[in-house]
């Protein structure tokens, strides 16, 4: 039975995570890590990782980018395998998360669904075959809660599509601010924030009397939750380095 930590554990994710790592048989959460350490959990909660006193196989992380450097110096001084799910990185922040994988073991995805990632792969292909007769947008809905924009899963898509195209991919995310015409190097990025909306990715390719849409709707966190357990238990005991969902996805073909 693998020991998990969950950072983050009194927010809507981590209490997903607690109540379905409550379901499983394969492993328990041992602690949680919180600024609101008071809340009462079946584990004990402490309000930053330095303070964790118990043995843990994994820690999964869906907090807030402010608290990367204190986990990245918990999981270093551990030799703790890290999920980290939370997203709004800067690009300092990304390549210390690349850094600190090259001495411990980091899953490290903007979304933790299956599904998107499956997505992703069909916005590859698609992506592939077009080539640059199509123009590409990506449109992301969330709710009104969301701190970050564009969604850390838009990001995953329009990188996906960037590294498989020819030439510099540019990202617009602001058209109104330009009047020219769309050029073939742009992926246009697009957010919506409003209501309850749990996630909702949609890749449009528009091309010559035709449009092509890879769209995915979450409905409910609990997709997410199970998919950073999964993370967890396949991350557990691995080697370092970084791992995606694209690893996780191909152990389970």
Known sequence: MKRIIISGCNGRMGNQISEGIKARSDCITVAGVDVNGSAKKEYPVFSRPSEINCEADVLIDFSNPSLLSPLLEFGLARKMPLVIC???????????????????????????????????????????????????????????????????????????????????????????????????????????????????????????????????????????????????LFLAGKPAGLYRMADLISKEE
Do not use: C, W
């Open 86 to 232: 939370t997203t709004g990185y800067s690009e300092e922040q990304t390549a210390q998360i690349r850094k600190a994988s090259e001495r411990i073991p980091v899953f490290y995805s903007g979304n933790m669904s299956l599904g998107v990632n499956l997505v992703i792969e069909l916005a590859k292909k698609a992506a592939a075959v077009l080539g640059d007769q199509f123009d590409i947008e990506i449109i992301e809905k969330h709710h009104n809660q969301k701190l970050d924009a564009p969604s850390g899963t838009a990001l995953m898509i329009a990188d996906a599509i960037s590294e498989i195209r020819d030439g510099k991919t540019n990202y617009v995310y602001d058209r109104h601010s330009q009047r020219k015409k769309r050029e073939k190097s742009e992926i246009g990025i697009h957010s919506i924030r409003g209501g309850s909306i749990v996630g909702e990715h949609e890749v449009l390719f528009a091309g010559p009397g035709e449009v092509i849409s890879i769209s995915h709707s979450a409905q409910s966190k609990e997709i997410f939750a199970t998919g950073s357990i999964n993370a967890a």
